[in-house]
């Protein structure tokens, strides 16, 4: 289980290592333990945009080693099962605690994204995750824009699945979605 200094320690030793700028996008579980949704967490998945994608992936499995952890590098906007849309890049928030870093830019997906994503899945772990980000009081999950981002992801072969884990998903969850001020 890494907790928020192990992340940290994780990404200063990369960025030791590292000669040019490189974006490293967190989801999964350290996404939690950066937003303060959870102690730790045993994953530890990230996506690595552009050029650096070769240099992070050779020396971050390397790193992570010494902490006793494996980490899961993505690239080409690929999180799972689903390939999210060309714009995702806007939808990032600067994980502003990682200002010391000279190289890495650690940015956080956007809580729509990670909810999509485990709407996708919907395992009883995805179910568990999914009400932290509803009940947390951290975010503010617009039912319209929920919407509106599902219509940009491409799910492949999957989208039948996804479907009907987002008819329950809004059977259970919908009542802590917001409306819109126009009321939808």
Do not use: H
Request: glycine content about 4%; overall charge positive; hydrophobic content about 40%.
């Amino acid at each position: 289980m890494l907790n928020r200094e192990g992340i940290f320690n994780l990404f200063s030793e990369l960025d030791s290592q590292l000669t040019n700028k490189t974006n490293i996008i967190i989801l999964g579980g350290t996404f939690f333990v950066l937003k303060d949704l959870r102690e730790s967490s045993k994953d530890r998945d990230i996506i690595v945009e552009g050029t650096q994608y070769r240099e992070v992936s050779s020396l971050l499995p390397q790193i992570a080693s010494r902490y006793e952890m494996t980490v899961d590098i993505m690239s080409n906007r690929t999180l799972g099962d689903i390939i999210l849309p060309e714009n995702y890049l806007k939808s990032l928030k600067l994980y502003r605690r990682a200002r010391k870093l000279i190289f890495v830019r650690i940015w956080t997906l956007s809580p729509y994204f990670i909810l999509i994503s485990k709407i996708s899945r919907y395992t009883e772990k995805d179910k568990k995750d999914i009400e932290l980000i509803l009940n947390s009081g951290k975010f503010t999950i617009r039912k319209r824009i929920l919407k509106n981002n599902i219509r940009v992801i491409n799910f492949g072969s999957r989208k039948n699945i996804f479907n009907r884990n987002y008819e329950e998903f809004l059977e259970k969850y919908g009542d802590k979605l917001k409306l819109n001020i126009f009321g939808y």
